[in-house]
């Protein structure tokens, strides 16, 4: 596998993150990142998910049904499950969940607490599900990005994962379905169908913040015109590529394909490329989520 890479002077990349990983602040601003992801979640369990009884899975989603049925606090409830997860956790499972783990799980039902005054966002069920996964999601997403997770669920589905075997996104499947099935026996059964809405989109836009809006599309060309197109895309469209040497299942003959990433809004551009200098070109075109390296992304943020 040969690589050929070119990119203009005139082209800007984008730089890496603002603190490298092995900066001095970078835990600083993982601990940041925690507490404001906290306090977005905490946001979204006061203003949307426990006025409109919407208890889309985790510890959080428990609370709800024990506020419901039982009267409990859901901060105190949430400080309840939370820490003796977390001690279970780190006596079962190792030091994997640290200090970063400890700190998500004490500063969600703080914030819980501190927030726990504020008025309903809405009281349309429909839309507390969509706004309220969002801002969840949001939340979710940059504890994630700070490297550090709010204990609860995250704990119980990795001991299930541990110790019963099946896969760790089956396990998260798992121990929020239990608590959304319990909604709907306990709370209402439209109300379980509001929160699996709200879990829909608290997981969609995790990606989006985990990933980026920036969505690339990965293309692999095959033509008999192979130099020509690779000086069309390396000069014309001024982005690198990759040659792969391949063999023809059928023919046995040996080919090259052409692996191109381009951003969203060059796709149609590098088609047009193709096309008018191989009109008979095959194409394969896939969306990738993210790409590392020059031309693109540098680092994690």
């Keep these: 596998m040969v690589t050929y890479s070119a990119t203009s002077p005139t082209k800007k990349l984008r730089r890496g993150p603002l603190v490298p990983p092995n900066h001095p602040m970078r835990?600083?601003?993982?601990?940041?990142m925690i507490l404001l992801g906290a306090f977005l979640m905490s946001l979204s369990f006061n203003l949307f998910m426990l006025p409109n009884k919407i208890a889309s899975g985790g510890i959080s989603g428990l609370s709800i049904i024990l506020q419901e049925t039982l009267g409990w606090n859901p901060a105190i409830t949430q400080y309840a499950f939370n820490i003796p997860l977390f001690i279970l956790g780190v006596t079962l499972l190792g030091k994997q969940y640290g200090i970063r783990t400890f700190v998500g799980s004490i500063a969600l039902p703080t914030f819980v607490y501190l927030t726990s005054k504020l008025p309903a966002a809405t009281?349309?069920?429909?839309?507390?599900?969509?706004?309220?996964?969002?801002?969840?999601?949001?939340?979710l997403g940059i504890v994630f990005r700070g490297?550090?997770?709010?204990?609860?669920?995250?704990?119980?589905?990795?001991?299930?994962?541990?110790?019963?075997?099946i896969s760790l996104p089956l396990s998260v499947a798992i121990c929020d379905g239990v608590i959304i099935l319990l909604a709907g026996?306990?709370?209402?059964?439209?109300?379980?169908?509001?929160?699996?809405?709200?879990?829909?989109?608290?997981?969609?836009?995790?990606?989006?913040?985990?990933?980026?809006?920036?969505?690339?599309?990965l293309a692999y060309i095959i033509s008999d015109k192979t130099d020509e197109v690779m000086e069309a895309v390396l000069h014309d469209?001024?982005?690198?590529?990759?040659?792969?040497?391949?063999?023809?299942?059928?023919?046995g003959d040996s080919r090259t394909v052409l692996m191109v990433v381009v951003g969203?809004?060059?796709?149609?551009?590098?088609?047009?490329?193709?096309k008018t200098v191989d009109p008979h070109a095959f194409m394969i075109i896939n969306e990738t989520n993210e790409v590392l390296g020059e031309g693109f992304k540098m680092h994690h943020s």
């Design 27 to 32: 835990s600083v601003l993982d601990y940041a």
């Design 123 to 139: 009281d349309n069920h429909l839309l507390a599900a969509i706004f309220g996964g969002i801002l969840l999601g949001l939340g």
């Design 147 to 165: 490297r550090g997770s709010t204990g609860g669920n995250a704990i119980t589905a990795q001991l299930v994962h541990v110790f019963i075997g």
């Design 185 to 217: 026996i306990f709370l209402s059964f439209e109300g379980a169908m509001y929160a699996l809405i709200a879990l829909f989109v608290m997981t969609k836009t995790i990606d989006v913040v985990q990933m980026g809006f920036g969505y690339t599309k």
């Design 237 to 251: 469209l001024d982005r690198g590529l990759t040659k792969l040497h391949a063999e023809g299942g059928y023919t």
């Design 264 to 274: 969203q809004t060059e796709i149609v551009k590098l088609k047009t490329l193709v």
